[in-house]
C-alpha cells in the first residue's frame, strides 16, 4: 500500500515521526505536552481530507512511534471539532472510587496522575478555540472510603476551575432520585450506579446538540479524542459512539498477560445478546449517547455495576438498529490504581447479562436459551472449575471471531464444570 498524499505533507509527516518519541508515559508532563504539540502540527499542516488514509497507512506499522500515532488521532478529533459550526453541549462523566492517589501529583505519590488537572487541559485544548462548544466534566463518587471527591473539590476550588461539578451517589439514593431505583447504598454500585445518575444529572436540561459522555479517571484515554465520539453522532445521526480497541486503527498498549478470562466472557455474552454481536470492545470506558435518548436508556436499569455498558448498548441498539458506532482510539493502559484489575467481575457480569437477555432482547434463540440458563444458574464453585478448563477453541481466537463462530455449547461447558 503507498500513501497517496502531496509530497510536501509526506516529507513532513516522515520528518514528524523521526522526532516522535515510541514510548509515552502517561504521568509526565513534558510527554503529555508532546503529543499536543505533535497533534496541533498535523492539524495545521495536513490536508483533512488524507486524515484516513494516512491513518490506515501508518496505524498498523509498529514502527511507527507511539506519540505519533495518539496525536494524529487527536489531530482528527480537533478538526471534527473545527467544522461543526452550530451549537453543541458536550457533558463528560467520570465514576470516583479510591481516585485518591490517582488525582495527586507524582512527586505526592508514585501512581499520581494528576488526571484532573490533567484532563482539564486535555478539554481545554480541543475546545477552547470553538466558542459554539459547551462543555462540562461531571464528577460522580461512586461511595469512595478514601475521600477521592474531596480531593477533587479541593483542587477545583484552588484552581477555580468553572466546568466542574461534583457529585455523590449517596446523597442521589437519600433522595430516591428514580435513576439509584433499586440501590440501597453505595455499596451496591460499582461504577454503574454513579454513571447513570451522572448521565441523569447530565440532561436534566434540554440542550441542542448535546453528547452524553463517560470515560474513566485514568489517563488511559487522551481526552483530546471526543472529537471522534461527537461526529457520528451529531453530524451522522448515531445514538451513540463507542471507543473500540479493536478496530483495525485502533492503537493500544496493554500490560499484562492475554486473558483467557476475558474471551470465554466475550464468547459467552455474545450467544445471549446476538443484537450486539457487530460490536467487540463492550467494555471501553470512553463512550457517548445522544442526549435525547439518554432517559430512555438509563432506568429503569438491571445493572448497576460493571457490566452497565452493555445494558446501555442493548437498549439504544433496540431503540434503532445499528445505530452505535465504533470509534477506533487510542488507549494506553494503565492499571497501577486500577479498581478493577483483581476483581475480575467476569461471573456477575455474565449473570447480569442472562437478565437483560430475558429482560430486553429481542432475538431469543435455543443458543441464548441455554447460555442464559448456564448462567443464571453457575455456582462460583463451578465457575472457578471453568476458568481452569477454558475450551481450547474459544482461547485460540481472536475475539472478533466470536461474532460468528459458536461451536463451543453449554453442553460441553457444563462437562468442564464437573
Known amino acids: 500500500m503507498e500513501l497517496n498524499i502531496d509530497k510536501t505533507e509526506k516529507i513532513f509527516l516522515e520528518d514528524l515521526i523521526r522526532n516522535s518519541s515510541s514510548i509515552v508515559n502517561l504521568k509526565k508532563k513534558k510527554d503529555l505536552s508532546e503529543i499536543k504539540e505533535t497533534a496541533d502540527k498535523i492539524y495545521r499542516k495536513i490536508n483533512p481530507i488524507n486524515y484516513d488514509s494516512i491513518e490506515e497507512f501508518y496505524s498498523s506499522n509498529p514502527t511507527i512511534p507511539l506519540m505519533f500515532k495518539i496525536a494524529l488521532k487527536l489531530a482528527k478529533s480537533k478538526y471534527y471539532v473545527y467544522r461543526f459550526k452550530d451549537e453543541a453541549h458536550i457533558s463528560i462523566n467520570i465514576a470516583m472510587y479510591n481516585e485518591h492517589n490517582r488525582i495527586l501529583q507524582l512527586d505526592k505519590h508514585p501512581n499520581g496522575e494528576d488526571f484532573l488537572n490533567v484532563k482539564l487541559d486535555q478539554l481545554d485544548w480541543l475546545f477552547k478555540d470553538?466558542?459554539?462548544?459547551?462543555?462540562?466534566?461531571?464528577?460522580?463518587?461512586?461511595?469512595?472510603?478514601?475521600?477521592?471527591?474531596?480531593?477533587?473539590?479541593?483542587?477545583?476550588?484552588?484552581?477555580?476551575?468553572?466546568?466542574?461539578?461534583?457529585?455523590f451517589l449517596e446523597e442521589a439514593i437519600a433522595q430516591k432520585i428514580p435513576v439509584t431505583k433499586g440501590l440501597k447504598d453505595t455499596k451496591e454500585s460499582q461504577k454503574g450506579g454513579s454513571i447513570l445518575y451522572g448521565m441523569y444529572h447530565s440532561t436534566k436540561k434540554t440542550k441542542k446538540n448535546h453528547v452524553v459522555i463517560y470515560t474513566d479517571a485514568d489517563l488511559s484515554t487522551h481526552l483530546g479524542q471526543i472529537g471522534l465520539l461527537i461526529k457520528p453522532i451529531i453530524e451522522d445521526n448515531y445514538l451513540s459512539a463507542i471507543g473500540s480497541r479493536r478496530e483495525n486503527s485502533s492503537v493500544v498498549i496493554k500490560q499484562g498477560k492475554r486473558n483467557d478470562r476475558g474471551k470465554l466472557f466475550i464468547y459467552s455474552w455474545k450467544r445471549m445478546l446476538p443484537e450486539l454481536n457487530y460490536i467487540i470492545d463492550t467494555q471501553c470506558g470512553f463512550k457517548a449517547f445522544d442526549a435525547k435518548i439518554v432517559n430512555d436508556i438509563i432506568a429503569p436499569s438491571i445493572e448497576k455495576k460493571f457490566a452497565f455498558d452493555i445494558e446501555l448498548l442493548l437498549k439504544t441498539e433496540n431503540i434503532r438498529k445499528n445505530s452505535i458506532y465504533k470509534v477506533p482510539i487510542a488507549w494506553i493502559d494503565s492499571e497501577a490504581e486500577s479498581t478493577t484489575t483483581d476483581l475480575q467481575p467476569y461471573l456477575p457480569m455474565l449473570k447480569s447479562i442472562a437478565k437483560m437477555y430475558n429482560t430486553y432482547s429481542k432475538q431469543k434463540t435455543d443458543i441464548g436459551n441455554n447460555f442464559a440458563n448456564f448462567y443464571d444458574r453457575i455456582t462460583k464453585e463451578r465457575w472457578d472449575t471453568l476458568l481452569k478448563n477454558i475450551p481450547s477453541d474459544i482461547t485460540k481466537r481472536n475475539p472478533i471471531e466470536f461474532s460468528s463462530y459458536?461451536?463451543?455449547?453449554?453442553?460441553?461447558?457444563?462437562?468442564l464444570t464437573m
Not at 455449547?409 to 462437562?415: G, N
Request: aromatic share 10%; glycine share 2%; proline share 2%.
Open 406 to 415: 459458536d461451536k463451543v455449547t453449554v453442553s460441553e461447558l457444563e462437562y
Open 130 to 167: 470553538f466558542k459554539n462548544y459547551h462543555w462540562e466534566l461531571i464528577l460522580v463518587d461512586d461511595g469512595c472510603p478514601n475521600n477521592s471527591c474531596e480531593i477533587a473539590q479541593k483542587i477545583i476550588s484552588e484552581n477555580k476551575y468553572k466546568n466542574v461539578e461534583v457529585l
